[in-house]
């Protein structure tokens, strides 16, 4: 396989994009794990509803593209695959019992986990630079979670715990995204996830409402198009890089608090997000600028 050419610009606006979809997947995952759609559904259930529909979606594209798929490391797709779903399972257990932005704010911490392990895993260097980016991005979730001794409750420990198993999944993607192509990836990623879920769900599940059933699609295609996404930019891109970029999330779950719910965001929420995407957008520009020099 020919590797991917490095474009960390196209990487951040895919990043970006991941963000959106993800941040949307959180909204319906709050709908389904509360009274809003119907009676509540268990994590479990709402994590296997993610990783069936995005399975058929990508099986799908698979058999429309037909593309030549390469020997797989099981290895790295068992890794990838248990800490991811064990990741996103807690994240929506945690939403459903404390405030979307908080339960973000303290999940997304994962771009920092990622950063911090890229170093000894996957020998990456971290710059001052982008360093400073990350703890300027940190300093905005850390604003956004208005630390207060509500913070400390069980949910906001699976939102944290959730954080730091997600920062590994990055390393296992950034690892598969330069041995194989991104639609294998997704494939089998979401094979196994599909696998894992089923065999949990069984001792939870409970049959959705019409309503619950078109979030709980809803939530599996969203996702099959972040990850699409998510794992295209990693390819283009050093994973403390891109990782950080990820915090946009919080801003687009705000966006969407307000169009659909009618939430308003406060002067706190509104100064975290600046802060976020300042972070952001340090790094798209350090990293523009050494990809200039280093051309000239």
């Not at 268990?42 to 799908?60: C, M, Y």
Request: with cysteine; charged share 10%; hydrophobic share 60%.
């Amino acid at each position: 396989m020919s590797p991917i050419r490095q474009n960390p610009t196209l990487a951040a606006l895919l990043i970006l994009a991941a963000s959106a979809l993800i941040a949307g997947t959180t909204l319906l995952a709050k709908a389904l794990g509360t009274d809003v759609l119907g009676p509540p559904l268990h994590p479990v259930q709402i994590s296997h509803g993610r990783f069936l529909f995005a399975f058929l979606v990508i099986i799908t594209a698979v058999g429309i593209l037909r593309p030549r798929l390469s020997r797989p490391h099981w290895g790295l797709h068992i890794g990838r695959t248990s800490f991811g779903w064990m990741g996103i399972t807690l994240m929506f257990a945690s939403v459903a019992f404390i405030p979307i932005a908080d339960a973000t704010a303290i999940s997304f911490l994962n771009p920092v986990f990622a950063m911090v392990l890229a170093i000894p895993l996957l020998k990456e260097g971290v710059g001052p630079w982008r360093w400073f980016a990350a703890i300027v991005a940190l300093a905005g979730a850390l604003v956004l979670l208005r630390p207060t001794p509500a913070s400390f409750q069980p949910a906001a420990l699976l939102a944290l715990t959730a954080a730091v198993l997600i920062g590994m999944e990055l390393i296992f993607i950034k690892k598969l995204s330069g041995r194989e192509i991104p639609i294998q990836i997704l494939l089998i990623n979401n094979a196994m996830g599909l696998a894992i879920a089923s065999v949990a769900v069984s001792f939870v599940f409970q049959i959705p409402t019409a309503k619950q059933w078109v979030a709980l699609a809803g939530i599996g295609m969203l996702m099959a198009c972040a990850q699409a996404c998510f794992v295209n930019g990693m390819a283009r891109a050093d994973a403390s890089f891109v990782a950080p970029i990820s915090y946009v999330t919080l801003i687009f779950a705000a966006f969407y608090d307000f169009a659909i719910f009618g939430v308003i965001p406060d002067t706190i929420s509104v100064i975290g997000s600046i802060v976020i995407l300042t972070g952001g957008l340090i790094l798209v520009w350090r990293e523009t600028r050494q990809r200039q020099a280093l051309s000239r």
